[in-house]
């Protein structure tokens, strides 16, 4: 199966820093990978697809790069909301879907 | 609205079996897929499976194999993932979610844009 890593597994930020979390898949993905947010006791939300494909309704301020084995999920610049715990997910093999172990954003 | 609607939470002894369901509402049932999720208490995210309403067809992560069976009604467009032989590390939130597709040249892909709020499963003794 493939396997997912991410790093940082957390980091502390301000309000306004640019923040970028890396994902990496143990064998390549072309684009198959999705980026999820999610706060403290809510179920996850998804905020970009296709590695670079902004969910309706998400703000701009996040956006996803990458393709093959190296992805990358920026916020331009981090807003109180942000703060919470991001995973990325491949869905490179039809109904084998794995996550990253998730990075953690919390208040510097 | 488009949403997904769980069952409430449950608690159950070691080796006993838990059946969770998910209402779908607010869009054609048979048209997207549903995903399970878990969540340990203080973990990340756990995919366990996937199935196809349309057809039954489903996917199940290795770890679950032979413990796990996911299933769909359709008459009332609900999913149900049912996990046998519970275990105290079952603990957990379980979360089911709709699988959207996105076409994009030769790909297609796959994604999970609608969650229920999740069940909570407790397995102690």
């Known amino acids: 199966d493939i396997q997912m890593t991410q790093s940082p597994s957390s980091l502390s930020a301000s309000v306004g820093d640019r923040v970028t979390i890396t994902c990496r898949a143990s064998?390549?993905?072309?684009?198959?990978l999705n980026w999820y947010q999610q706060k403290p006791g809510q179920a996850p939300e998804l905020l970009i697809y296709?590695?670079?494909t902004l969910q309706s309704g998400v703000p701009s301020r996040f956006s996803g790069s990458g393709s093959g084995t190296d992805f990358t999920l920026t916020i331009s610049s981090l807003q109180p909301e942000d703060f919470a715990t991001y995973y990325c997910q491949q869905t490179y093999t039809m109904g084998i879907f794995t996550f990253g172990p998730g990075t953690k954003v919390d208040i510097k | 609205q488009v949403q997904l609607v769980q069952s409430g939470g449950e608690m159950k002894k070691p080796g006993a079996s838990v059946k969770v369901s998910c209402k779908a509402s607010?869009?054609?049932?048979?048209?997207?897929?549903i995903s399970w999720v878990r969540q340990a208490p203080g973990q990340g995210l756990e995919w366990m499976g996937w199935?196809?309403?349309?057809?039954?067809?489903?996917n199940y992560a290795q770890k679950f194999l032979g413990r796990v069976t996911m299933t769909t009604d359709k008459s009332t467009s609900t999913a149900h993932m049912e996990l046998r032989s519970l275990r105290s590390d079952d603990t957990a939130v379980y979360y089911c979610?709709?699988?959207?597709?996105?076409?994009?040249?030769?790909?297609?892909?796959?994604?999970?844009?609608?969650w229920g709020v999740g069940t909570t499963v407790t397995v102690s003794s």
């Open positions: 979610a709709r699988g959207n597709t996105a076409a994009g040249g030769d790909h297609l892909y796959y994604y999970m844009d609608v």
């Open positions: 607010g869009y054609s049932f048979i048209s997207y897929g």
């Open positions: 199935l196809s309403p349309y057809n039954g067809n489903t």
């Open positions: 296709a590695a670079s």
């Open positions: 064998e390549t993905i072309s684009s198959y």
